[in-house]
């Protein structure tokens, strides 16, 4: 066998696992974007193109608007926290670096939805923070806890690739931009930050992209106006039984989402060329 | 336009049949007529495959049907009625299944549950005269009735005092910014339904661009739209929050100061809606599934399991006086006989209406 078929040998499982794990739900989920449902609301297959024209119903720009508003404001957010952050271990950590990324990455195995739900017993009204500072803060069902919800939910896909980049780069650089009279300010504008700039971009892509398609943090933690695209999508599934709608969204969405990824990918193969 | 369901058959020949059957896509996994029609003989048949919301029933009175014809019950759960749907639909054989109204006239439409034998079932007498023919059933003929709920509003009489008996409370009480609205486009829209004087079930285009309207005018006093209402009330972040009478039933199990905890019905309307038993078509126990009916029907056990759900269920007897029972300090919580002749019920829109009622509920809410 020669080494070739050999290695190629080897992408059969993963192959495999994306057709039928991947490509087939996909297509599936394209047919259907197609099709209409019968008066009960089964899915029925055919050529109905109409149901991605109703996509672009001036009713939803507001809940497009939004989405993204609490996607951005989620990833700026999970920047300014977890830059720091990450910088921290990277830099400070020392021996116990493994220790304190294994405590950043801890909670994220609980499920994001046990998560959520642990917020509103944190924040609500005779929740455990109202009780310590002895206040009657309406945290929950706002926007703000949206947000809030969203970055506690995604925060850790902004630390780890920040935290890669940094933890790749030579601290002998930092000295060295100390050396030729970079303040820290200079030098971490002139130094630190361009090593980490693909990073920081990995993670805004990491982090923008669930957020944007999210419904958990809306449903649990919004007010009467935080309704997001992610919920719309699953009204359609659950409740409106209107599943060709649901699967003609779900496709504009994946699209729109395809775009940012295929810019970021490109970013970063220019990066990997450029070194 | 090209019209026509995709050969189930032909996909498994592309590789995608399971899949599309996960996805709760392709035939409605139906039988025949004739399958549909077969007597079932009320005899034990093996264990019974039951498949059920989770904690929707007393574990002993699961434990009692056991020891009682000597067979397991093999308990699994859905979660919503989609996931009942697709599992049915991608051939699991169950022996009972707890549908709601609603889908029981998909089902049945569909082939999919047999036909029960009520002369059968001792017991099946206790059922209310409403539910002896329902609007979703015809002569009740595949179903027995489980549980019922009426929708109404929840509220803190601690807090708000001033009820006036309406819906409009959800709007114009001073709650302190603590009210919720259901967040369920058919229980939204058939309370401004009825708020604006039409059907429940109203769909025209009049009736809707009201509820829009008065909905979008509800939301300024809304601090949220939930369904996880038990949460809401409990943790003191609802005031009023509009919900099922069991759920408060729960609610009040659940506090310090259950007094303060009242269910409101509205005097422009109840919404009355309910859950059912029904054996699928592929059941391969249907003998124990039936035996399995009439021992929910059972006074002794109905009592039960109202007491354990909080919700009421439609049999004279036992259940009645349980449920009775659980709300004797505050009688409205009840749904009574009158209150069933009275009230509305949810119906199946039919697919324009239904996308009508998902229009406009989108329009409240992106608003």
Not at chain 2, 61 to 83: L, N, Q
Not at chain 2, 230 to 237: D, P, Q, V
Request: proline fraction near 5%.
């Amino acid at each position: 066998m020669s080494q070739g078929r050999f290695a190629a040998g080897f992408l059969v499982p993963g192959g495999l696992w994306l057709v039928l794990l991947f490509a087939i739900p996909l297509g599936i989920v394209l047919a259907i974007s197609f099709g209409t449902t019968d008066d009960l609301g089964n899915t029925i297959y055919g050529w109905y193109p109409e149901n991605y024209e109703q996509v672009f119903d001036p009713v939803f720009l507001p809940v497009l608007a939004r989405s993204v508003g609490f996607a951005l404001a989620t990833v700026v957010l999970c920047l300014l926290i977890g830059y720091p952050v990450a910088y921290y271990i990277a830099i400070f950590g020392g021996r116990w670096k493994h220790v304190l990324v294994a405590m950043v990455v801890l909670p994220f195995f609980v499920n994001y939805l046990v998560r959520t739900y642990a917020w509103i017993a944190m924040l609500g009204d005779e929740g455990v923070v109202n009780g310590v500072i002895g206040g009657d803060i309406k945290f929950i069902n706002t926007p703000w806890a949206v947000i809030g919800g969203l970055v506690y939910g995604y925060l850790v896909f902004m630390i780890l690739p920040v935290y890669a980049a940094l933890d790749r780069m030579d601290p002998a650089l930092i000295e060295a931009g100390k050396d030729l009279y970079g303040g820290p300010w200079e030098t971490f504008r002139n130094v630190t930050w361009p090593h980490t700039v693909q990073g920081v971009l990995a993670g805004t892509v990491l982090v923008f992209l669930p957020a944007v398609g999210d419904f958990v943090a809306a449903q649990l933690l919004g007010g009467p106006d935080s309704y997001m695209v992610g919920n719309l999508i699953q009204q359609q599934f659950f409740a409106a039984e209107n599943w060709p709608f649901g699967a003609a969204l779900t496709t504009v969405m994946m699209a729109f989402l395809f775009v940012w990824m295929v810019l970021y990918l490109r970013s970063a193969a220019r990066e990997v060329a450029a070194e | 336009m090209i019209d026509g369901r995709i050969d189930r058959r032909g996909l498994l020949v592309a590789g995608a049949g399971i899949a599309l059957a996960g996805c709760g896509v392709g035939d409605s996994g139906g039988g025949s007529k004739e399958e549909v029609e077969k007597p079932i003989a009320k005899k034990v048949d093996g264990d019974l495959v039951y498949f059920n919301w989770a904690e929707y029933i007393d574990p002993a009175v699961i434990k009692s049907f056991e020891k009682r014809y000597g067979v397991k019950v093999r308990e699994t759960y859905f979660d919503s009625m989609s996931a009942m749907m697709s599992k049915l639909r991608s051939g699991i054989e169950y022996d009972l299944i707890f549908p709601t109204a609603e889908y029981v006239q998909r089902l049945i439409q569909g082939n999919q549950v047999r036909k029960i034998d009520r002369d059968k079932l001792k017991n099946a007498d206790l059922v209310y005269p409403t539910f002896q023919a329902p609007w979703y059933d015809d002569g009740s003929e595949h179903t027995t009735p489980y549980t019922m709920y009426a929708t109404g509003l929840g509220y803190r009489v601690d807090n708000v005092p001033d009820m006036t008996g309406s819906w409009r409370d959800l709007g114009e009480a001073d709650t302190g910014g603590k009210a919720f609205m259901l967040d369920d486009f058919q229980e939204g829209i058939g309370m401004a339904n009825q708020v604006n004087g039409h059907e429940l079930n109203a769909a025209d285009d009049e009736a809707l661009e009201q509820a829009k309207d008065y909905l979008i005018s509800v939301k300024p006093n809304l601090r949220g739209f939930s369904s996880d209402t038990i949460t809401t009330m409990t943790s003191g972040n609802a005031n009023i929050q509009h919900l099922w009478n069991g759920d408060i039933v729960n609610i009040r199990n659940q506090v310090d100061n259950p007094e303060d905890f009242k269910f409101q019905k509205c005097k422009e309307g109840i919404p009355v809606g309910s859950d059912t038993l029904a054996i699928p078509v592929n059941a391969k126990h249907p003998g124990t599934a039936l035996l399995f009916i009439e021992h929910l029907l059972e006074p002794e056990n109905a009592a039960r399991n109202v007491a354990w759900i909080g919700y009421p269920m439609p049999y004279e007897g036992g259940a009645t006086e349980s449920f009775e029972g659980l709300v004797k300090d505050d009688p409205s919580i009840n749904v009574t006989v009158d209150d069933l002749e009275n009230g509305e019920q949810f119906e199946n829109l039919g697919r324009e209406n239904r996308r009508a009622w998902d229009r406009t509920w989108t329009e409240v809410k992106a608003s």
